[in-house]
């Protein structure tokens, strides 16, 4: 049982924010229930995957489901609060940690592919705007999946959060960049112009080592066009890249324990 304090709290929490932790009533006005919130938004983000986010509005969401806009309006009051709780329903589940992984670069390892995994499913997801820390219910649980490799790790509060921005800031970006490549691929693009292979020729004679000094070796050995990719002993580059930030990570523990 909440004491007066504690209810004054919660209910300083935006509307969006309530409805996603299941703290609003909802209302009874109308002649009859016929919806709920978990059908809106399962509609929302049906027509957010199909046709964009730029398709998603209260009249079209309302329709498809045989309402009107202010049906809809009984429930979600605002477009804000509906992206809010779209974004919160597609992160559910997505990252699945092995609780009995033991090596913390391979808890990273599940959950940097998890929520590279939500930006390739649902593309939309990245056009949502960061309105602030997470403070939803499943967005919440991203944070505590990410810092439960870092459980046993010697650092303060500060450190571990900082490296969850860390991680969670490259698979945003790593996310972004593959929902592109998967985005051009479907509207006709082939992986090689994609990846820059179809122009690799034209881009050797074109870079000269005058106006490109550093640039042109790397083009004319083909790597910057990954025209050689089995030649490549490192790997997929965000593998690369992520491998290279848990170095940091353990460099960064090393020189704690020195102390």
């Known amino acids: 049982m909440q004491n007066e304090d504690e209810i004054e709290v919660l209910k300083s929490l935006p509307r969006g924010v309530a409805l996603a932790w299941g703290l609003v009533k909802e209302s009874q006005r109308g002649p009859k229930r016929e919806l709920t919130i978990d059908q809106i938004v399962e509609k929302a983000v ?3 995957d199909n046709e964009g986010l730029a398709a998603v509005s209260m009249s079209k969401v309302a329709a498809s489901l045989g309402f009107t806009a202010m049906s809809l309006y009984r429930y979600v009051e605002s477009k804000d609060d509906l992206l ?3 974004q919160e329903a597609v ?12 090596d913390w670069r391979e808890g990273i390892r ?8 939500v930006f390739v499913e649902h593309p939309w997801y990245g056009e949502v705007p960061i309105a602030g820390v997470p403070v939803t219910p499943n967005n919440l649980l991203y944070v505590d999946l990410a810092l439960r490799p870092m459980r046993d790790f010697p650092l303060n509060d500060y450190e571990k959060m900082s490296m969850v921005l860390l991680i969670s800031s490259y698979a945003r970006s790593v996310g972004m960049v593959q929902r592109d490549m998967v985005r051009a691929i479907k509207g006709g693009a082939t992986p090689g112009a994609f990846s820059g292979q179809n122009y690799s020729k034209a881009l ?3 870079v000269k080592a005058e106006d490109y000094p550093d640039l042109q070796p790397i083009v004319a050995s083909g790597v910057y066009t990954e025209e050689n990719p089995a030649d490549n002993p490192i790997g997929d580059d965000f593998d690369f890249g992520l491998e290279r930030i848990m170095d940091g990570i353990e460099h960064y523990l090393a020189s704690k324990a020195q102390k």
């Open 110 to 117: 599940q959950y940097v592919r998890g929520c590279i995994k």
């Open 84 to 86: 809010l709780l779209m």
């Open 46 to 48: 049906a027509i957010a």
């Open 204 to 206: 050797k004679l074109l």
């Open 91 to 102: 992160c559910k589940s997505a990252v699945q940690m092995n609780e009995e992984i033991t």
